[in-house]
Structure formats: structure tokens, C-alpha cells
């Protein structure tokens, strides 16, 4: 099991497809401060509330040019489900091989842990919140952002 990526660590390389059946490599995530956040499962209660809250969040994200990626071991179709029944709009990634938790050093014995990194414009990792309460989090990583300076 790979360790847990820390502060100054690059994001590692990956692709694999959002709820729409996009391709997302990690390439494209460089250029701009991005969240990604990874969680257990699509339509739990904890996750369901840490998504609406970035969902309610996002106005204030992109004013700011801040992309939100949420990851779990959930498949695509799935992923869709969950955007369609919460309104969702940040892109959601397909971890069903488990292989970009693992790479991140967040996957659990079957899901994800409820990780979340804010990533800086070159593709480093400038925060990690190790252990996320998913009510309020949201609130916490824009804090974070703005208290990092590094839009």
C-alpha cells in the first residue's frame, strides 16, 4: 500500500474518465490551483452532503479559477447517477481499478478514504487534509486556498 502523498509531493500520473465518459489525464489538472478530493461512495450520506457542500460551493471556486475533482472507486455510470440525482457540477473520476487511490496512498480495503488535496498551478500537492469531516469541509479547503496564496 502506497503512503499517503504529502505537501510538495507532485500529483502522479493518471487518466481515466469523468461521469461523462471524458478522458482526464492528471496533465490536465496542472495550470490551475485544483481540489481533489477523494471519498468512500457515491449516494452515502457523508459523501452526498461533502459533494452538495462543494456543489453550493462552486460559485465561489471558479471566481477564484479553482477546479474541484471529486475521486471514488465508483465506476462512471455510477458517477453520472450521483451528478444527476444531486445537480452536481464539478467533474467526478472514475477510480474503479483502484489504481489512482492507491497511487495517491488513500485507498482503503474497498473504497477510498476521505482524503482531500489542494493541488497548486504546477502540479504539486500544497495541503492535505488527512482526516475530512465531510460538513463544513468545503468552507475549510477555500479557507485553506485563500490562507496558502496560491492562486
Same mark, same amino acid.
Given at each position: 500500500?502506497?503512503e499517503l502523498l504529502e505537501a510538495g509531493n507532485p500529483i502522479p500520473e493518471f487518466e481515466t474518465v469523468d461521469q461523462n465518459g471524458?478522458?482526464?489525464?492528471?496533465?490536465?489538472?496542472?495550470?490551475?490551483?485544483?481540489?481533489?478530493?477523494?471519498?468512500?461512495?457515491?449516494?452515502?450520506?457523508?459523501?452526498?452532503?461533502?459533494?452538495?457542500?462543494?456543489?453550493?460551493?462552486? #460559485?465561489?471556486?471558479? !471566481?477564484?479559477?479553482?477546479?474541484?475533482?471529486?475521486? &471514488?472507486?465508483?465506476?462512471? %455510470?455510477?458517477?453520472?447517477?450521483?451528478?444527476?440525482?444531486?445537480?452536481?457540477?464539478?467533474?467526478?473520476?472514475a477510480d474503479d481499478k483502484k489504481e489512482i487511490s492507491e497511487k495517491f496512498g488513500v485507498l482503503g480495503e474497498r473504497s477510498a478514504?476521505?482524503?482531500?488535496?489542494?493541488? #497548486?498551478?504546477?502540479? !504539486?500537492?500544497?495541503?492535505?487534509?488527512?482526516?475530512? &469531516?465531510?460538513?463544513?469541509? %468545503?468552507?475549510?479547503?477555500?479557507?485553506?486556498?485563500?490562507?496558502?496564496?496560491?492562486?
Amino acid at each position: 500500500m502506497a503512503e499517503l502523498l504529502e505537501a510538495g509531493n507532485p500529483i502522479p500520473e493518471f487518466e481515466t474518465v469523468d461521469q461523462n465518459g471524458k478522458m482526464v489525464r492528471s496533465g490536465d489538472i496542472r495550470g490551475k490551483v485544483s481540489v481533489i478530493y477523494f471519498y468512500p461512495k457515491d449516494n452515502t450520506p457523508g459523501c452526498t452532503t461533502e459533494a452538495c457542500e462543494f456543489r453550493d460551493s462552486m #460559485d465561489e471556486y471558479r !471566481k477564484h479559477g479553482i477546479e474541484v475533482y471529486g475521486i &471514488s472507486v465508483d465506476s462512471q %455510470s455510477s458517477h453520472k447517477k450521483f451528478e444527476d440525482k444531486y445537480g452536481l457540477n464539478f467533474t467526478l473520476l472514475a477510480d474503479d481499478k483502484k489504481e489512482i487511490s492507491e497511487k495517491f496512498g488513500v485507498l482503503g480495503e474497498r473504497s477510498a478514504k476521505r482524503v482531500t488535496f489542494i493541488v #497548486d498551478k504546477n502540479g !504539486k500537492i500544497a495541503h492535505v487534509f488527512p482526516k475530512v &469531516s465531510p460538513k463544513g469541509h %468545503s468552507e475549510e479547503v477555500i479557507n485553506k486556498i485563500m490562507e496558502l496564496n496560491i492562486l
